[in-house]
């Protein structure tokens, strides 16, 4: 929950100019807030730079007073949409039967979801990293098609804490998630206090595909450096 459209305006104005050194083939989307979803896309028309929102719901309309639907998020031009964020399921209720309505209505609509899933500090140090991030897979996947799906791997744990997660453990845990989709393409990014100090550790591992990006988003010329981060 960051940026007026005002503010959002004067980030593409020292993010754009950056991109002049991004490699070929990177895919890049901005998830706003619902207010500078539409002036972002406008100011983007063109450009290599996708827009994605933070929610939708699973339906086309009704009453869901604060909710909002896949097709007035298409109408402005926005392509993607994040789902199952550990923030919306901790702190609003989000459970894996509401993430999976919400995936499908997305793909209905013509949007490609980013589903988010992870473990908090207690599963963790419980010991149950890996059966807790299957159950949600397995749920929340349910008659989803994995074909027009990215995966973000967040642990819980790692976000706005101090804590890290190792990029050999977070490539370790997408490994296992990758060995338990049925298409194995599909894009998997990491999310966890990513910057511009650990982007390139994390990109080297050989089965994390992308970054999913919080606060090291918000700077344009830090976002930059993440997104135009150089393989070795």
């Not at 894009?187 to 390139?200: E, F, H, L």
């Not at 994390?208 to 919080?214: F, P, Q, R, S």
């Amino acid at each position: 929950m960051f940026k007026t459209q005002a503010e959002a305006l004067e980030f593409l104005k020292g993010f754009l100019p950056e991109l002049e050194a991004t490699p070929e083939g990177r895919d890049i989307i901005l998830c706003a807030p619902f207010t500078a979803l539409s002036t972002l896309s406008q100011n983007l028309h063109g450009s290599r730079v996708q827009v994605g929102a933070q929610n939708v719901h699973w339906e086309e309309s009704g009453a869901f007073t604060g909710e909002i639907a896949g097709t007035m998020l298409t109408e402005i031009g926005v392509r993607y949409v994040i789902i199952g964020h550990s923030e919306r399921r901790q702190y609003f209720g989000e459970t894996d039967e509401t993430v999976n309505l919400r995936l499908k209505a997305a793909q209905r609509c013509g949007l490609t979801p980013i589903l988010c899933v992870g473990e908090s500090k207690q599963q963790r140090d419980a010991g149950e990293t890996e059966a807790h991030i299957f159950r949600q897979l397995e749920q929340d996947l349910v008659e989803v098609d994995q074909h027009n799906l990215i995966v973000a791997y967040e642990p819980i744990w790692a976000i706005g804490t101090g804590d890290t997660c190792e990029a050999s453990e977070a490539n370790r845990v997408i490994g296992l998630i990758r060995s338990r989709l049925t298409y194995s393409e599909v894009t998997i990014q990491y999310g966890g206090s990513v910057k511009p100090q650990n982007i390139d550790e994390i990109m080297a591992q050989p089965e994390i595909d992308g970054a999913l990006v919080g606060g090291a988003s918000l700077d344009p010329q830090s976002f930059a450096r993440l997104v135009n981060y150089q393989p070795v």
